[in-house]
């Protein structure tokens, strides 16, 4: 079969075709560049050129309340600094890791009304000069393009509530909660309205909401379907109505979760996270005809050249029939991953995974 796209792949496996091969889409993390640099990356040179990866452009917006952002300490270890959904954090400088998060401004619902307040779609929230640059690129290459919502129970919990207050308000104040949860969506549509009527178009709606941990859930799933689906099927109905495919990122255990995702109408679910007890192969031959799976292959062995390549041929080969399934980890690339052990693996993929 003749040598496709980017967007030509990501669009078979979204009809449920095959193309040339699956499509491979991952994140390495900052440190893991780092590595691949020192050990004959050229460096600034963008790791999928340099892989032969598939390339997905990504369109942000920013719907959050706009507070400053301020370095409080730094170090040459670490970093503590406030971010514009007003949490304040910690992040070390020579590690990957989630960062330490510290405190927040919104700990109750009156504070919320004082964050919503500000959350309009206007002022300096759309990249526009990156637009007008990247476009042509984007467009000469035939990338995929997202847009990056940013809603709902992660955004709330991790980047401006924190854990606990959230989980305690999702019983005690769920109105409070699914406000949150609305008004995120209305400003990312409304800002992505402005970008389609300023004539950029986009190919999927890409959002992240963890829901899961390891070999559970954040909350029940009456809960699910009370307070977090019908916001999750109005993206995805807007995603819809525009002509545009939606992808959710979800971390942890969230197989309950799966066939509720289905009836709303979602089209790619990713990462599949293995080591919190999703199996993609059942996931597959249970909904592959109806989804398009992203991920699941367990990134904990990607450092051990033997172990992945066993795993990616008792995977890949099922991931792939009918098309539906996009290449990547169970969540990205660690930096225990050297370039070398790295070419193997996308040499690995392009031979298992071609039609």
Same mark, same amino acid.
């Given at each position: 079969?003749?040598?496709?796209?980017?967007?030509?792949?990501?669009?078979?496996?979204?009809?449920?075709? &095959?193309? %040339?091969?699956?499509? #491979?889409?991952?994140?390495? $993390? +900052?440190? =893991?560049?780092?590595? @691949?640099?020192?050990?004959?990356?050229?460096?600034?040179?963008?790791?999928?050129?340099?892989?032969?990866?598939?390339?997905?452009?990504?369109?942000?917006?920013?719907?959050?309340?706009?507070?400053?952002?301020?370095?409080?300490? &730094?170090? %040459?270890?670490?970093? #503590?600094?406030?971010?514009? $959904? +007003?949490? =304040?954090?910690?992040? @070390?400088?020579?590690?990957?890791?989630?960062?330490?998060?510290?405190?927040?401004?919104?700990?109750?619902?009156?504070?919320?009304?004082?964050?919503?307040?500000?959350?309009?779609?206007?002022?300096?929230?759309?990249?526009?000069?990156?637009?007008?640059?990247?476009?042509?690129?984007?467009?000469?290459?035939?990338?995929?393009?997202?847009?990056?919502?940013?809603?709902?129970?992660?955004?709330?919990?991790?980047?401006?509530?924190?854990?606990?207050?959230?989980?305690?308000?999702?019983?005690?104040?769920?109105?409070?909660?699914?406000?949150?949860?609305?008004?995120?969506?209305?400003?990312?549509?409304?800002?992505?309205?402005?970008?389609?009527?300023?004539?950029?178009?986009?190919?999927?709606?890409?959002?992240?909401?963890?829901?899961?941990?390891?070999?559970?859930?954040?909350?029940?799933?009456?809960?699910?379907?009370?307070?977090?689906?019908?916001?999750?099927?109005?993206?995805?109905?807007?995603?819809?109505?525009?002509?545009?495919?939606?992808?959710?990122?979800?971390?942890?255990?969230?197989?309950?979760?799966?066939?509720?995702?289905?009836?709303?109408?979602?089209?790619?679910?990713?990462?599949?996270?293995?080591?919190?007890?999703?199996?993609?192969?059942?996931?597959?031959?249970?909904?592959?005809?109806?989804?398009?799976?992203?991920?699941?292959?367990?990134?904990?062995?990607?450092?051990?050249?033997?172990?992945?390549?066993?795993?990616?041929?008792?995977?890949?080969?099922?991931?792939?029939?009918?098309?539906?399934?996009?290449?990547?980890?169970?969540?990205?690339?660690?930096?225990?991953?050297?370039?070398?052990?790295?070419?193997?693996?996308?040499?690995?993929?392009?031979?298992?995974?071609?039609?």
């Amino acid at each position: 079969m003749k040598e496709m796209t980017t967007r030509q792949r990501f669009q078979r496996m979204f009809e449920h075709k &095959e193309a %040339d091969r699956i499509p #491979i889409s991952d994140s390495p $993390w +900052g440190t =893991t560049i780092e590595r @691949w640099e020192r050990e004959g990356m050229p460096a600034g040179m963008d790791y999928r050129d340099y892989f032969g990866l598939d390339k997905v452009a990504t369109i942000f917006a920013d719907n959050s309340p706009l507070y400053e952002e301020r370095t409080l300490e &730094e170090t %040459d270890k670490y970093r #503590i600094y406030t971010t514009h $959904w +007003g949490a =304040t954090l910690k992040q @070390w400088k020579h590690a990957t890791s989630t960062p330490e998060f510290l405190d927040f401004t919104i700990k109750d619902a009156e504070a919320w009304k004082k964050a919503k307040a500000r959350m309009t779609p206007e002022g300096p929230r759309i990249d526009w000069d990156g637009l007008k640059k990247n476009w042509p690129k984007w467009k000469a290459e035939d990338q995929w393009i997202q847009s990056y919502f940013w809603f709902g129970f992660d955004v709330a919990h991790s980047w401006a509530v924190g854990t606990e207050t959230l989980l305690i308000a999702l019983m005690e104040e769920p109105e409070w909660c699914v406000d949150m949860f609305n008004h995120y969506l209305d400003v990312d549509i409304a800002l992505y309205e402005q970008i389609l009527a300023a004539g950029y178009t986009f190919d999927s709606v890409h959002w992240p909401d963890d829901m899961g941990y390891k070999n559970n859930q954040f909350f029940s799933l009456p809960m699910y379907r009370e307070l977090l689906k019908p916001v999750q099927k109005r993206a995805i109905d807007w995603a819809h109505s525009h002509g545009m495919k939606a992808h959710l990122h979800s971390c942890g255990d969230i197989n309950p979760i799966v066939p509720e995702l289905i009836e709303i109408g979602i089209d790619a679910i990713n990462p599949l996270e293995v080591k919190a007890g999703m199996n993609p192969i059942a996931l597959k031959k249970q909904y592959g005809d109806k989804v398009v799976f992203h991920g699941g292959v367990n990134a904990v062995l990607w450092d051990q050249p033997e172990a992945i390549r066993e795993e990616m041929k008792a995977v890949i080969p099922i991931m792939k029939e009918n098309g539906g399934y996009i290449f990547a980890s169970d969540h990205s690339i660690p930096d225990a991953v050297s370039l070398e052990d790295f070419k193997g693996i996308i040499g690995l993929v392009k031979e298992l995974g071609r039609y």
